[in-house]
């Protein structure tokens, strides 16, 4: 079959021949129709994150959409390596597995699933969003973070701020309050966390999350306790690490947790993403993609960033 390789870590993949794979007891072989090229997919593609093997060898791609064995069209999550979801045919246990709307087409539903399933995950599983509660979202501007606005919004959040660098994309964004990451933010940070915060997604970590830390906890510890703020860490696109001061955390709310593969079970991030499928169309989800034959993978992994490349086999 043809499918997009990793012959050396750091290095793009090449559009080659590749073995066909083979279903075992409980698994299925799929036949892709989209698989969507995200952040994740490369950072494992380059050996640097926390899940990736220690070998190249492989096909990339963590999930797609396809039709199963039986005739099912189906998202697919954690293909077996080394049969990832950029090629013709994948490998994927049945149990990953989650059926797709019949109006919604294959690369639709991949962009929606990659872009959005975060922040699903996020505020239905960690963070566990309730209505009327405030969002803020910091790297609202990218893929995922637009998304997370949909589903904030879905999840019945009465006000969502959305935290970005890029003012021109942040004003095109359907946000409640948007803030640039420019020299005059910390002050208006520090008045949407007076207003009251109560989940802060954050997709990019480093320098800008300290920033938004600060200004949330800065100057607190009434008597009369502080209110509860869910802080959940999603992305490290602007820096691994970050210092925090100890009284972050004894003078306020702020409660630090990670949502991602290993706080939360394979199981739920299939499930999450049934979920989401099947609300979607009546939801009106919807963002910005670009499809490209299976061929192009080498333009697509050096692409924009802030496009959602989905690659077809049969484009």
């Known amino acids: 079959m043809k499918a997009a390789v990793v012959n050396s870590f750091g290095v793009s993949p090449s559009f080659q021949d590749f073995r066909e794979p083979e279903a075992g007891e409980d698994e299925t072989v799929v036949t892709v129709d989209a698989a969507a090229l995200s952040p994740i997919v ?8 926390y899940a990736s093997g220690t070998t190249a060898g492989f096909v990339p791609g963590v999930d797609g959409v396809g ?13 077996k390596a080394p049969f990832g979801s950029m090629a013709e045919k994948s490998l994927v246990a049945k149990a990953m597995t989650a059926p797709v709307p019949d109006k919604l087409a294959s690369d639709h539903a991949a962009a929606i699933v990659t872009g959005a399933l975060a ?4 505020f239905s599983r960690r963070a566990k969003l309730q209505k009327g509660e405030t969002v803020l979202i910091l790297g609202a501007t990218g893929a995922s973070g637009s998304m997370a606005i949909q589903t904030a919004r879905h999840f019945g959040a009465s006000r969502v701020v959305a935290v970005g660098r890029n003012a021109a994309k942040l004003d095109r964004l359907d946000a409640d309050v948007k803030v640039v990451l420019d020299d005059d933010a910390d002050t208006v940070l520090r008045g949407q966390f007076d207003r009251g915060v109560d989940v802060v997604l954050d997709f990019v970590w480093g320098d800008p999350a300290a920033r938004v830390l600060r200004a949330a ?3 607190r510890g009434s008597r009369m306790g502080e209110p509860r703020l869910r802080y ?8 691994d690490e970050i210092a925090i001061r100890g009284d972050m955390l004894r003078s306020t709310g702020l409660e630090m947790i990670g949502s991602g593969i290993g706080s939360v079970a394979v199981t739920d991030l299939v499930a999450g993403a049934g979920e989401l499928l099947a609300v979607a169309l009546q939801a009106g989800f919807d963002t910005q993609f670009t499809s490209l034959p299976l061929e192009a993978v080498k333009e697509a992994w050096s692409g924009d960033a802030d496009i959602r490349y989905i690659l077809m086999p049969r484009l």
């Open 42 to 49: 490369k950072s494992l593609a380059s050996g640097r994150h």
């Open 67 to 79: 039709t199963d064995a039986d005739g099912r069209r189906v998202y697919f999550l954690f293909p």
């Open 119 to 122: 922040s699903w995950i996020a």
């Open 217 to 219: 906890t800065r100057d």
């Open 232 to 239: 959940v860490q999603l992305g490290t696109m602007a820096g």
